[in-house]
């Protein structure tokens, strides 16, 4: 991965992206094979100072399972963050404020549906179950980025990346109640953009193609998805976590300084298809 670097008269020369300096904040942990986790991975190789969060769980398996993948990478600041309570979100920012003084990027890789309306047929999706997979996988990203502006600014810019799916502009069978979410996010970070780009803060969705995760396991036949995926995508197979993660950085990065308000598909070609 590059970045342009002027060199004196000689022209325009290139040498390999670093976050070396640069401090960001990881929303969406939950394991090792979370998609979070595996653009943490390529960060932290890339030299980012990190903070991670986790949400509210009474068994405390996801402060844990952060808390394991925050220590693999040296990362000291692990938060607990609610995406639906607000002071929740402040106390966050207020902290890597103290913490930090300002902030380069925001990587927002959460999403929740209730399992019954995943599994129930899309017209009997509750209206409380509708609201709380906007909240949570869609509205979220903007009180995320409201208190990450300042300490964006401070930095002179930064860039938010969200986490999105084929599903927002498909109706993919038992997707559901996520479809409508996901397609809400991507519409929310364009209005990001519109509105943050003068100020040199960027924001930008990737549509990943279909991967086992936690989050991917509450879609009933999920099996069917991720072999229907592999065999229909432009390269002939499945993507993986670290492909999604090495756009997320380069998205992150200064390299794509001029791309905001997109949604950048990572899915094998799999969305040009006409199966």
Same mark, same amino acid.
């Given at each position: ?13 290139? !040498?390999?992206?670093? =976050?070396? &300096? ?39 398996? =996801? ?58 047929? =899309?017209?009997?999706?509750?209206? !409380? ?26 930095? &002179? ?7 999105? =799916? ?32 003068? !100020? ?76």
């Amino acid at each position: 991965m590059f970045r342009k670097h002027n060199h004196d008269n000689q022209g325009e020369k290139y !040498e390999m992206i670093s =976050f070396s &300096g640069k401090k960001g904040l990881v929303l969406g942990i939950a394991n090792q094979r979370s998609i979070a986790t595996a653009v943490a991975e390529v960060l932290n190789e890339l030299g980012a100072e990190m903070a991670f969060t986790y949400g509210p769980d009474p068994k405390g398996r =996801f402060a844990q399972n952060v808390e394991k993948v925050a220590e693999e990478m040296n990362v000291s600041h692990v938060l607990p963050l609610d995406v639906a309570n607000d002071q929740d979100i402040a106390d966050v920012f207020g902290k890597l404020e103290k913490e930090w003084g300002g902030l380069d990027f925001v990587v927002h890789s959460v999403a929740f549906a209730e399992r019954e309306n995943l599994e129930t047929a =899309f017209s009997l999706t509750s209206r !409380e179950g509708w609201n709380i997979a906007q909240d949570i996988s869609a509205y979220s990203i903007v009180p995320v980025t409201r208190y990450a502006i300042p300490l964006m600014r401070n930095n &002179g810019g930064g860039s938010v990346v969200g986490m999105s =799916f084929i599903g927002s502009v498909l109706a993919v069978p038992n997707y559901n109640v996520m479809g409508p979410a996901k397609a809400a996010l991507e519409s929310a970070v364009r209005y990001l953009a519109r509105e943050l780009g003068p !100020e040199n803060i960027r924001a930008n969705t990737i549509s990943a193609g279909a991967i086992r995760t936690l989050s991917s396991s509450g879609i009933g036949k999920f099996g069917e998805m991720l072999k229907v995926a592999g065999e229909h995508s432009a390269t002939g197979r499945n993507v993986t976590t670290r492909e999604v993660a090495m756009t997320a950085a380069f998205l992150l990065s200064d390299c794509a300084s001029a791309i905001t308000g997109q949604t950048i598909y990572v899915d094998g070609g799999y969305n040009i298809m006409a199966n």
